[in-house]
């Protein structure tokens, strides 16, 4: 074999295998690439909602249409007579509905109220769920820190509140002894004015009242005891002048002589004994008779002593009452010191088994415990929530009522029979050709009607006075007419295996167009909400028995947070109407503008 075949067959060679081998390395990065979710999404907006039940029927002649009211109750209003022409929606008569509304302001009460307290208990859910979630990642080391500071700063209170109450305490002996000190000076004043009131009292006595009449004897018998109280001396009722300014043992001398050595006992037993003194002195100079023979200069001297004396008693007075107030307001201030030193006690503790608790982490129980208050949380809500429908369907049920006790022409016509008057008590009937019954007969401008059969799973929608737009098969689905549903009948009828009711409806205006026997496509305006915010059906998912729907948002990328990612939050709402068009109402959960995810695709 030539050698350049050769070269060629073993170069062919060596690049199969290289080509195989970065075949294998790049399905190697393929398979094992990261899976990327990729998000698809709409922008929840606010739009008008209709609810419309389609059905086929055929075109029927017609000639009048016979009303009555599905309530009874009192006739308001009738705002129609005989003779009369009306367009479809003119009202005809209206009963008293007072109660109805009353109770219809009461339902929608309920409802905000349950609302708001749902509010409340979705906030409960996430901060119980929160809190299982910061039980379950456990204490940070910065959350232990934070406890030894709490400890250090414990510590510190406590300190504080020792220091605190060494120096209150030193305060409140330094302010007793000041109180203390004040009350034995002045002391000896007080007795000095005993001392003078005696002597002047004496003056008097020698100068007037020295006899033994019974007068005289009662004053040296007051004297007597001041005497011996202030002086300790017996039988000194009659002595001298000279003989009483000598005199300086007993409490006097006591008085004259206390210093600081001197104990608090013994100065509160001075402050009594002196106060008990004066007023025996007091007593003997009030016992001085008041004769005409004493000069205005010796009435003026036993006045001034008196008062002098009474000065004195109320000076010792409010020294022992100081005394008192400042024993309370130490023993206070020492006590409020002492609980500072408790509560600081306490809240080391407290730190402390704060700390203890940070270092071990949470225990099972703990978690177990709170993913019960999570259950129970989560409980009340759907409850609530509960809660919520049925106050909404109360709502529901007092309008629905409302609109029972208002007569609408259906159709417009002719008034030819009105069988009500104002203040009449009505009967609940039937709209039908049973004129024992209706109380309103009107003949159609239109000389047709359509009937049709609608299944059981939507003629609950429908009730009379419902508008439609027509379209025969005739003309094509460009051309529409209007119709208004005059009657639904209450029996079933079984076709093809299905119950369906038998439901007419009238043309609103006439239109030689219109034939009988033509096959009638039909779309009843069951329900509509303007202004609403609004999401397709395939958006929302049943989960756990609650309408779950996945929002987009922007957040913060906690690796980068310079940088932003999409995060993925699922929310329960609390749908309303459903549309025809497949969109549903959002009553709460979720607001206008919320990126709403529909599909979600992964991707490598």
Known sequence: MPKQVRFYRKTKFFVLIIALLLLGVGAYAYLNKEMVPSYEFIIAKKSNIIQEVSVTGRVNAAESVDLAFEVGGKAEKIYVGVGDKVKAGDLLISLNSNDLKAQLLQAQA??????????????????????????????????????????????????????????????????????????????????????????????IQYAHFNGTDSKENTLASAKETAVKELFSVQNAGRWITQSISSLNGGLYGEAQSASENTTSSDIESLLIKTMNVLRKVKVALDSVPLSDTLTASEKTSLDTQKTNINSEIASLSAKQQSISVQKVTNNNAISSAQTQINSAKNALSTAQNELKLKRAGYSKDQISAQEAQVDSAKANLASQ???????????????????????????????????????????????????????????????????????????????????????????????????????????????????????????ITEDERIKPGMTANIDILTAEKDNVVAIPQRAIVTKDGSKVVRILNTVTDPQHPDKTIEQLDTVTVETGLKGSSGDVEIISGMNEGDKVVVYIKETK
């Open 385 to 507: 929530k509960a809660s919520v429908s049925e106050a909404y369907a109360n709502v529901q049920y007092y309008q629905a009522q409302i609109d029972k006790t208002v007569l609408k022409a259906p159709i417009s016509g002719i008034i030819t029979r009105i069988e009500a008057k104002p203040g009449e008590i009505i009967m609940p009937g039937s709209s039908t050709s049973d004129t024992q019954k209706s109380l309103v007969t009107i003949i159609s401008e239109g000389t047709f009607e359509i009937e049709a059969d609608i299944p059981e799973v939507d003629i609950a929608k429908v009730k009379v006075g419902d508008s439609a737009k027509i379209t025969l098969d005739a003309y094509g689905s460009d051309v529409e007419f209007e119709a208004v549903v005059m009657s639904v009948d209450p029996a079933e009828t079984i076709i093809e295996g299905v119950s369906t009711y038998k439901t007419t409806l009238v043309f």
């Open 110 to 203: 309920n409802v905000s109220s349950a609302a708001a307290r749902q509010k409340q208990y979705e906030a409960s859910v996430k901060s119980e769920q929160a809190k299982l979630d910061d039980l379950k990642k456990g204490y940070g080391r910065q959350e232990i820190q934070l406890a030894e500071t709490g400890v250090s700063n414990a510590k510190k209170v406590i300190t504080d509140s020792e220091t605190n109450l060494s120096e209150t305490k030193s305060k409140a002996e330094a302010d007793l002894e000041s109180v203390y000190q004040d009350a034995l000076n002045s002391l000896p004043k007080a007795v000095y004015a005993g001392k003078t009131a005696l002597i002047t009292m004496t003056d």
